[in-house]
């Protein structure tokens, strides 16, 4: 079955820029969605197809695709960034969807 | 305001069934599809299936096939998931989601705890 490979954790000091990856083969032809989910709260979509972003979402956060891999760029990371950082996409087919298996964000 | 209102806790035993319910407002209901998206304690996001409010048509995650029903009332808008056999692996929050992908809306989760 399709994975997603993220990192488990990204540790970054406050206003310093934080990068999470997500890897899969099927990434350069399916686009990439990317949540926010904070202890005890639903997700929150602060990315989607690949690099833009919904409104209310601070401009600090942005996205990009380089191969089989995309990236959650947040720069100049803030406390409140703290939190687990989910990529979403769907296999080569389009049917499959799938969850990476989610990265801790530490802004300490 | 969009929203999505889940029904409340649920304690079953194993093999028994549950049924979840997501209670859509603030948008044309037939717009937009539903998914399911469970997370057991301490676990990732775990994308169990869609349905089409159109037309009703689902699309399950193949883990989940034979054991999930996701149904749909657009005379009161509100979405379905019922999962049977339950083990204690399906321990988690569950979620309903709006759209397939791009899941802009949530809500605000159910807890599903299996236990004899």
């Known amino acids: 079955s399709y994975e997603l490979t993220q990192p488990p954790s990204v540790s970054v000091s406050p206003g310093q820029t934080a990068r999470i990856t997500c890897s899969g083969d099927?990434?350069?032809?399916?686009?990439a969605y990317w949540y926010q989910q904070k202890p005890g709260q639903a997700p929150v979509l602060v990315i989607y197809r690949d690099s833009e972003k919904p409104s209310g979402i601070p401009e600090r956060f942005s996205g990009s695709i380089s191969g089989t891999t995309v990236t959650l760029t947040i720069s100049g990371a803030q406390a409140e960034d703290e939190a687990d950082y989910y990529c979403q996409s769907t296999d080569s087919s389009g049917l499959h969807v799938v969850f990476g298996g989610g990265t801790k964000l530490t802004v300490l | 305001q969009v929203q999505l209102v889940q029904s409340g806790a649920e304690v079953k035993k194993p093999g028994a069934s549950v049924k979840v319910s997501c209670k859509a407002s603030g948008y044309t209901f037939t717009t937009y599809g539903i998914s399911w998206v469970r997370q057991a304690p301490g676990q990732g996001l775990e994308w169990m299936g869609w349905i089409n409010i159109d037309n009703g048509n689902t699309d399950y995650a193949q883990k989940f096939q034979g054991r999930v029903t996701m149904t749909r009332d657009t005379s009161s808008s509100t979405v379905y998931m019922e999962l049977r056999t339950l083990t204690s692996d399906d321990t988690a929050v569950y979620y309903c989601a709006r759209s397939r992908l791009q899941s802009d809306y949530w809500g605000q989760g159910t807890l599903v705890t299996v236990s004899s």
């Open positions: 099927a990434l350069p032809n399916q686009y």
